[in-house]
């Protein structure tokens, strides 16, 4: 082959490495630790209170939570929200329960949490001990296909020389 035939063909592995890697699913591990959790009642009246700042030092964490409804005709409410942004929404005048998965997140993190007209209340925060912090392969592969690159074009403009690895 040509090398430009070559460098086409590099590439084109190189781009279905990254789909394959990125449309495949990897099983998720079951090994879930608390973080924290928070419990209460809201009624007769409402309830309004940040979690604080917590720790998830792995990248895959969730919340758990559950509440007793007071039932007809009080419609409990419950709103968890991450950094504003609007995560757990869930209003019924049956008792409820839920799970939100967060991934490829890790870091400090608090949730805002409104709750009203339940009898009873709990949140859990918990993270997959299992889970480890990855950098992504589609950040690493091209370096080190761009890093091999640059290598046999080196070598190939150098003479032959035995520091070279590479021949012809």
């Known amino acids: 082959m040509v090398g430009g035939q070559h460098v086409f063909l590099i590439f084109f592995v190189l ?6 890697s990125e449309a495949t699913q990897l099983v998720n591990a079951a090994t879930w630790v608390e973080v924290g959790r928070w419990t209460g009642s809201a009624f007769p009246d409402q ?5 604080g700042e917590y720790v998830c030092n792995h990248t895959e ?3 758990r939570w559950n509440y007793v409804a007071v039932g007809d005709p009080f419609e409990s409410i419950l709103t968890i929200r991450q950094g504003g942004n609007l ?3 869930s209003k019924s ?3 409820q329960n839920g799970v939100k998965y967060f991934h490829d997140q890790e870091g400090n993190f608090s949730l805002s949490v409104f709750c009203a007209n339940m009898n009873e209340y ?3 925060i918990e993270q997959d001990i299992d889970s480890i912090p990855e950098y992504p392969l589609f950040l690493l592969l091209p370096l080190f296909v761009m890093a091999t690159m640059l290598t046999i074009a080196v070598c190939k403009t150098q003479k032959r020389s035995a520091r070279c690895l590479f021949t012809e």
């Open 15 to 20: 781009l279905c490495y990254m789909v394959a």
């Open 47 to 51: 309830e309004t209170f940040s979690t």
């Open 61 to 63: 964490w969730r919340v």
């Open 93 to 95: 005048y049956f008792s």
């Open 122 to 124: 709990a949140i859990v």
């Open 87 to 89: 995560t757990v929404f």
